[in-house]
T-cell receptor, first 115, second 114 residues
């Protein structure tokens, strides 16, 4: 399956800080990447679909101005959590897919803790 | 949109027994159904998937069955081992176009007791 690198793996920062998370597809060009959020003992909730060269598509209830997504190349998508607050603390995971009805392969995730 | 229900939420079995996890979906247009295994603090890993033109798929101790008429699919793990202990998620993907989104079930915590 696809090799997906996500960085950083763990972030602790103060409330009000903006945090950028990178997701890289290492072995193929991904026109589409996904960003999920997972709270403890819960399922993966899709936040947005990241499309190379165009605006991301956000799921209902996800604030696009708070969770900025940039997919400037076929191998890199970034998620920036702007002005993070304690309630934004969560496990953020990206995934890449080879296309419709193809598997999604996940990065290792980023554990974000806002103090 | 798609809604995926997964049962049970927790499952405890003895080593060597079989484990079955069931999911139902709501969107009849869904035609791709993957299963993921997630160990604590780690990434979800694809363990098996099935497409709607197939009723059953098997990979060693793992099998998945799909009933499109009833809109449900199941994961079967035989001869369970302690290393099978993890959270398992089912998912469904509506067909077509650029919509590759997956909708996940709430997960099943499987515990295999030695």
């Amino acid at each position: 399956g696809a090799v997906v690198s996500q960085h950083p793996s763990w972030v602790i920062c103060k409330s009000g800080t903006s945090v950028k998370i990178e997701c890289r597809s290492l072995d193929f060009q991904a026109t589409t990447m996904f960003w999920y959020r997972q709270f403890p003992k819960q399922s993966l909730m899709l936040m947005a679909t990241s499309n190379e060269g165009s605006k991301a598509t956000y799921e209902q209830g996800v604030e696009k101005d708070k969770f900025l997504i940039n997919h400037a190349s076929l191998t890199l998508s970034t998620l920036t959590v702007t002005s993070a607050h304690p309630e934004d603390s969560s496990f953020y995971i990206c995934s890449v897919t080879g296309g419709v009805n193809q598997p999604q392969h996940f990065g290792d995730g980023t554990r974000l803790s806002i103090l | 949109g798609e809604n995926v229900e997964q049962h049970p939420s927790t499952l405890s079995v003895q080593e060597g027994d079989s484990a079955v996890i069931k999911c139902t979906y709501s969107d009849s247009a869904s035609n791709y159904f993957p299963w993921y295994k997630q160990e604590l603090g780690k990434r979800p890993q694809l363990i098996i998937d099935i497409r709607s033109n197939v009723g059953e798929k098997k990979d060693q101790r793992i099998a998945v069955t799909l009933n499109k008429t009833a809109k449900h699919f199941s994961l079967h793990i035989t001869e369970t081992q302690p290393e099978d202990s993890a959270v398992y998620f089912c998912a469904a993907s509506p067909s077509g176009g650029s919509n590759y989104k997956l909708t996940f079930g709430k997960g099943t915590l499987l515990t295999v007791n030695p």
